[in-house]
């Protein structure tokens, strides 16, 4: 509802006895939390009236400039995250997985099989009513990261047999409500649940699921239900179909007897998810019969979430992998010479392929520019420092409760390693120090290892980001270039590196500059470069520096500036 930005129509303060009536209709939606607690009586309330991206109307109430409810068609009101946050227990829960919430990021619903079941039998999901305001959780965070309705009641859910859409969301962690009131912004709290093993819990989609009989409590159901799994594919990308994670990505085994981290699909996951992403977003435009090796090198390499290598997966070769899938029943495949496979159907209805999640394709720019007016969102993935593990990235300048993102755990290992002499030259093992000691014991390991210890003795988080980092980016470049007709024009690279949405730049550009502004696409280049007509090279710095704060070190090319100051004969 609010993944894309809203227009703001009006925006005025409630009188007292507005107030009131506000308080009131708080009181009888949610009779079982003190009015005080979610509007105190000395409050500033905001009405703001606003028209979303779909052209749904909408009142917004906001607490000291704080987002806490919003109306639905019909009038009800719904908490936002923040309320959810300092009032847990206004709202029953859902919990689903923590890989799943990239991709309710993203708009996707909340579907079945990413629903941790609250009980057994007709009591797996509750007794709810159908259209029920839900909060969703995660298994290791009790803390809300969305709210939504019920598709249906809780006995049509069961009926359901685990397939179609749990819970419809109507606001998420780091959508446009989220971030109405940027002086305010919060992340998700941490509220660590109670770890379970993992063989208490079978995988998503198998029939020992649901067997369960483990119970965790949530905020509004104490003898509720649930679950973890084993952690799922890391949320590199993001989808837009439904929010279920796929069940390759959580049940299927790995196949590689070489350790793998909990954070890491294993590379018979990612070349399967590939073929499946590749079937999902192109089956219809397959044009069959089609090589198998054609296939592989234009579909589905190009749906890897990372690059695939097949020596390093248990099928070796694409044949042997094809086989299998043709086994499955996902394709047909027929020789039509000798070493010369084609695919000649394929079973878009496949059950697997219907519930698999794929990813969002990146659209066109203009829609980029509608979801955030500046920089693109992006969420990631974190560590936090507990306590356990403060002592050692204290001494690497991280402070107890920084956010450290995942790929960048492995190399303050690594250079806390190299910086003490730890690692043996020999059998390229780590010797534990004093302060390794305490984290992994008296035992040698290999990098890989001690991060894995380290990190599983860290808090896991999300955290949403905008571009406006610059570390390890590279520097923007400013030129000018002569076109036909003796006419200079400014071109800027290395634009989009810093997350800036380049609609939205050329709008301002053509509004300030009044020249004309286009996109070039050069050859072998990653990102595109801007092109604006006469010498803007001054323009283009300032509002790079001042509108997107951009630091001047990172801009080149300045010395191209005209002067400004015209001279007289």
Known sequence: MFLKAYRLKSSAALKGSEAKKLRARLELAFPHVPAENLMPAKANVTQLKILTHGGQQSMVYCVDKQPMFFELDGGQLVPTLYTLWSTPDILPYLTTHEGVLPKLSNGADLMLPGVVPLGVGLNMYGHFKKDQLMA??????????????????????????????????????????????????????????????????????????????????????????????????????????????????????????????????????????????????????????????????LYVVTEAAEQIDLKKTRYKKLSNFLAEMVDQGFIVVREETKGVDKIISVDLEHPELVNFITDVKTGDSSGAAAETPLFHSELKEMYIVSDVTAAFFTKMNYKRGEGIPVGQVK?????????????????????????????????????????????????????????????????????????????????????????????????????????????????????????????QIRFIYTLLTETYKVPPKCILGLELAKDGKKKRK
């Open 136 to 297: 969703v959780n995660l298994t290791n965070n009790s803390s809300a990261i969305g709210v939504g309705q019920l598709a249906r009641s809780s006995d049509e859910l069961y009926m359901c047999g685990g397939h179609g859409v749990a819970v419809k969301m109507l606001h998420m962690f780091g959508d446009k409500l989220w971030a109405h009131e940027p002086s305010l912004l919060q992340q998700i709290p941490l509220n660590k649940t109670k770890p379970l093993s993992g063989e208490d819990f079978p995988a998503l989609g198998s029939s020992d699921q649901h067997r369960q009989k483990n119970t965790k409590s949530t905020p509004s159901e104490p003898t509720a239900v649930s679950e973890p799994l084993p952690q799922a594919a890391g949320p590199d990308d993001l989808a837009s179909g439904a929010a279920a994670l796929s069940l390759e990505e959580i049940s299927e085994p790995a196949a590689d007897t070489t350790a793998v981290s909990p954070d890491e699909p294993t590379p018979e996951t990612l070349l399967k998810n590939a073929f499946l992403a590749a079937l999902k977003n192109n089956g219809k435009k397959l044009p069959l019969p089609l090589l198998t090796s054609n296939f592989y090198r």
């Open 411 to 535: 190399k303050i290992v690594r250079e806390y390693v190299s910086k003490h002499g730890l690692a043996d030259p020999q059998t390229k093992l780590v010797r534990p120090d004093a302060v390794l000691l305490e984290l992994c014991g008296n035992r040698q390991g290999t990098l890989s290892e001690i991060t894995s210890i380290i990190t599983s003795k860290m808090e896991h988080s999300y955290q949403m980001c905008s571009g406006k980092d610059t570390s390890g980016k590279p520097q923007i470049q400013m030129s000018l270039a002569t076109r036909s007709g003796n006419k200079k024009v400014t071109l800027v690279s290395n634009i989009e590196a810093y997350g800036i949405i380049m609609a939205e730049l050329i709008k301002l550009c053509k509004q300030g500059a009044a020249a004309s502004t286009s996109i070039v696409k050069l050859p072998h280049q990653k990102h595109e470069q801007l092109q604006v007509q006469g010498n």
